[in-house]
């Protein structure tokens, strides 16, 4: 794959003409997905894609255009010959760009991942067997991913990954089910079996009578998993500089009103420590570390090259997005077999579901508990928890009403699989959080 | 010189496999991209993606394989592949699929289309964007403005080992544009319809929804909000404009009645449903002015086709009537599996992902009340528009939408403009407060890309045509 896309982009430079310059991004996956219910298989498959995009540069004009490939080097030669044709077409017609910026300094690198996969011919049978006599539903996903860069300047950039992300949920009745991940590079079967045993002992649990509460604010544990979403909202415009110039971050109350979050809380984009690329379409090398929130206070931007050109400050390699793909956040002091005890009376939240901003330049967020969701009392687990809907700003639940976060944190590969699988993740931990507000 | 469908369907015609049954899926899709944000046109991008899905039904196991290799030994491979999956699965899958009957379509559909994409000159459509653009920054609140044109065309060629051959060639036009503005800790937004103004066709799109004259009534809305009253809290009567209709509906009738999701194949991702199967035919949805259709036969709509993606051939159905829950959103696999009749909804994001149950158009039939009449039958209440936020349930019930914009109603007029309104309710209760109904001079015709759902993943366009609906006993809130 390397070598193909290596050998396209050695003939993309020996098309060029005049002064033209070009970069160009590859983009595959080699992925089974296997997806099961009520402990059988719904639908099973493999997908096998390859795209290219060149970005055509003539002086400060530039058009990008993307192609599937096929795998035929004369087929593929082809579209690339027309897809560059259509450019060339296309550029009297555009403006001067005053925001393009794209790397000149020549850095190479190569980032090969070990394929060291099980089958899925092998590891089927083994998920469904732990799903025999369950409702079990899911997916298995496995495979691996290639990403690359190459531009005129003879750079030449290389990922690749093979990893299997499974996310599956034990129904005990209606709505209210256990979900499970295993997710990892190599498949250990007993690593597996072990999940399962835990969501089976959770799921005894979901057949008490459950707990209906009232709206109102209660003592809650968020899981690492349930924060990663909360997390994840934040991925949407607080940290990019774009959004934060044009005031349209919804942490715009750190930004504009000295609003602080609590001093526990630090979070960072860990590409070191991430599983994505470490480089991106123009380019630029991500660094390996960029601090976003440090003990409670509003850090650096995510500077894409774009926003960087535009606004007069330096990239630090981020996407177009301007968002976290490797996010890790410092943990605390509390151990997690501690946390039933720590959370005394209130519901402990292992997923939550659906989140949107309610107010956007508060950053308040909504969303609802979903999955293996407890009422605790005096340290114990109760029952399931009727689903419920919270309603609460980013700077109650991890500032003001922030009691701790967990000391172990959890590494969380993302299992989304919109057009491609994701590269993202992220490393948590949980969190405890009092008068958190709960509205329907 | 052939073209590449051509020569995927000739290498079908090889590599095609005796077993039950065997189908190629064949689509190609080019998007364009433009837009101009702050008055400069940002990079303009076009794309070409396309590839096949071969499904394999063998000993009553069904299998897939998705490729953009698209030479004979590629498809040759992904028949192997399917074929194999088909086998590994026969005797564990959730049905024997060797038992349904795939329709064996032969047709064609196209987006009718009265101004070509391409007939306009690039130089052309950037000027108009660019025009457009500029009449938006009227002063310094203003911190980010931005117009865009998006479209796709989609060719598609569908085969089956029985005889079955659709070609359909579908045409998309999403045009968007928002304005951003700003004091202090204070930033509201306005936007085109939400995004949501996609339809099928081509420029002439523009003209329909006058984009041009957008600009003017979007600035000073958007500044209106700024120095606007917070929405007030309260239970009353609650007026949407279609721009939040769409989503209303799309969550909280679409989604719920999607037959996958009552089998609980969407349990582990996108979610169960209130809705159960003994529901249809006696479950009372809404009140007696709720008419809901399946309607994938309205050209301009955004979700338009001639056949699904299992080849059924495309119809309008009745959904809910005078209230009453008649039929399921589910395609052919799931109206075998749940013994239930259905709708032409099996469809796929792409050639890379399996079809599944996907709304497509689903509409709500107009009333007969004008906007007015609404308003003046409401003592206390509020005219929403233009969504901005949405969240509901795993089952489809309890949700809470925000919108960008909002104007109380008092004492049967439209009073003060509110910003950040929200509400909340149960959809198996919402539906049942339907008051009024807007007349057809009320009917918007929306669409959005991305109704995302399915393991893997899926975003794939749907369409909703509404009228403006009234609401009774709604509770409503606003922002910090």
């Given at each position: ?440 | ?251 909280s009738i679409g989604h719920p009645i999607e037959l996958d999701r009552i089998l609980g194949d969407e349990r582990n991702y996108a979610g169960t449903s209130f809705v159960t199967p003994d ?202």
């Amino acid at each position: 794959m390397q070598t193909y896309f290596y050998q396209l982009a050695d003939d993309i430079t020996a098309r060029m003409q005049g002064d033209e310059r070009f970069t160009c991004t590859f983009s595959a996956e080699d992925s089974d997905f296997v997806r099961m219910n009520k402990g059988v298989v719904r639908q099973a498959g493999s997908v096998a894609q390859r795209s290219l995009t060149i970005n055509l540069i003539t002086g400060m004009r530039h058009t990008a255009g993307s192609v599937s490939l096929s795998g035929d080097l004369s087929m593929d030669r082809a579209w690339i010959d027309t897809m560059l044709v259509r450019s060339r077409e296309k550029m009297p017609h555009l403006p001067e760009d005053p925001h393009h910026l794209y790397a000149t300094d020549v850095r190479s690198s190569e980032q090969q991942g070990k394929n060291l996969l099980a089958k899925s011919s092998d590891v089927v049978p083994a998920i469904l067997d732990a799903g025999h006599n369950r409702d079990m539903v899911g997916l298995y996903a496995s495979g691996g991913m290639y990403y690359g860069f190459a531009n005129s300047f003879g750079q030449r950039n290389w990922f690749s990954s093979f990893n299997h992300n499974l996310e599956w949920s034990f129904y005990s009745q209606a709505d209210k089910a256990v979900k499970s991940r295993y997710s990892g590079f190599e498949w250990d079967l007993a690593a597996f079996r072990g999940k399962v045993d835990w969501a089976n002992e959770q799921l005894d649990v979901l057949t008490h009578p459950s707990h209906t509460v009232h709206p109102g604010r209660y003592r809650v544990y968020i899981s690492p998993y349930a924060l990663y979403d909360v997390v994840g909202m934040l991925g949407w415009g607080c940290f990019g500089l774009k959004s934060h110039r044009t005031k349209q971050t919804p942490l715009l109350h750190m930004l504009e009103g000295g609003a602080k979050l609590h001093s526990a809380v630090t979070m960072f984009e860990n590409t070191h420590d991430g599983i994505a690329p470490n480089f991106q379409d123009a380019g630029f090398i991500k660094p390996d570390y960029v601090s976003l929130i440090e003990k409670g206070e509003l850090c650096n931007t995510l500077v894409s090259p774009r926003s960087a050109k535009e606004y007069g400050i330096p990239t630090n390699g981020a996407s177009g997005h301007e968002a976290p793909e490797s996010v890790e956040m410092l943990g605390g002091e509390i151990q997690t077999d501690q946390i039933l005890r720590q959370l005394d009376t209130g519901i402990y939240i292992n997923n939550v579901w659906y989140l949107n901003y309610s107010d956007r330049s508060a950053c308040r967020m909504t969303g609802m508990t979903r999955f293996a969701t407890f009422w605790v009392e005096n340290g114990i687990i109760k029952a399931p928890l009727s689903v419920m809907r919270f309603d609460e700003t980013l700077y109650r639940m991890l500032g003001e009403n922030l009691i701790g976060l967990t000391a172990e944190r959890d590494l969380i590969m993302d299992s989304t699989t919109y057009q491609m699988r994701s590269t993202e993740s992220g490393r948590l931990p949980g969190a405890l959080v009092g008068e958190f507000s709960f509205t329907l | 010189m052939r073209t590449i469908e051509e020569i995927v369907e000739a290498h079908f015609s090889v590599v095609a496999p005796k077993v039950d049954f065997c189908s190629l899926r064949f689509v190609s899709e080019r998007d364009e991209y433009l837009s101009v944000r702050q008055n400069i046109l940002q990079p303009v991008s076009t794309s070409h993606d396309v590839g096949v899905m071969i499904t394999v039904i063998d000993r009553g196991g069904m299998g897939y394989a998705a490729t953009s290799e698209l030479t004979e030994s590629g498809l040759r491979d992904a028949v192997e592949c399917a074929k194999t999956w088909a086998q590994r699965s026969s005797g564990c899958g959730v049905m024997d699929y060797a038992t349904i009957t795939y329709p064996q379509a032969v047709g064609e559909y196209e987006s009718p289309t009265k101004k070509p994409w391409d007939s306009v000159a690039l130089s052309e459509k950037i000027n108009l964007l660019q025009a457009t653009c500029e009449q938006l920054k009227i002063g310094d609140r203003i911190v980010d403005w931005e117009t865009s044109l998006w479209y796709t065309e989609a060719n598609s060629l569908y085969l089956t080992t029985h005889g079955g051959r659709v070609r359909q060639q579908l045409r998309f036009v999403l045009p968007m544009m928002g304005v951003t503005v700003n004091q202090g800790v204070e930033t509201e937004r306005r936007t085109f319809g939400g995004h949501g103004y996609g339809r099928q066709g081509g420029l002439e799109v523009l003209d329909e929804l006058k984009f041009s004259e957008a600009p003017a009534q979007l600035v000073a809305e958007a500044l209106e909000l700024l120095e606007a009253p917070n929405c007030p809290s309260g239970t009353m009567d609650l007026l949407l404009a279609p721009d939040q209709m769409i989503l209303q509906i799309h969550e909280s009738i679409g989604h719920p009645i999607e037959l996958d999701r009552i089998l609980g194949d969407e349990r582990n991702y996108a979610g169960t449903s209130f809705v159960t199967p003994d529901m249809f035919g006696t479950y009372q949805y809404g009140s007696e002015l709720l008419n809901v259709t399946f309607d994938p036969t309205k050209p301009e709509e955004f979700a338009s086709y001639g056949f699904d993606d299992d080849g059924q051939p495309a119809t309008k159905q009745d959904i809910i009537r005078n209230g009453v829950l008649l039929r399921p959103l589910g395609g052919v696999t799931s109206q075998v599996r749940a013994g239930m009749e259905g709708v032409a909804n099996s469809r796929a994001a792409g050639w890379n992902r399996p079809p599944i149950d996907r709304m497509a158009n689903l509409n709500l039939e107009p009333g007969s009340s004008s906007m007015e009449e609404m308003v003046a039958s409401v003592e206390r209440g509020i005219l929403m528009k233009t969504n901005c936020s949405w969240s509901i349930d795993d089952s489809r019930n309890k949700f809470q939408f925000g919108c960008e914009w909002a104007q109380l109603i008092e004492d049967g007029r439209l009073t003060t403009v509110v910003k950040k309104p929200n509400y909340r309710g149960i959809s198996a209760t919402f539906w049942r407060n339907l008051k009024m109904v807007g007349h057809t001079g009320t009917v918007e015709v929306l669409g959005t890309p991305y109704c995302g759902k399915g393991e893997p993943n899926q975003s794939i366009r749907v369409g909703h045509s509404t009228p403006m609906c009234l609401f009774s006993q709604v509770d409503v809130f606003g922002g910090v």
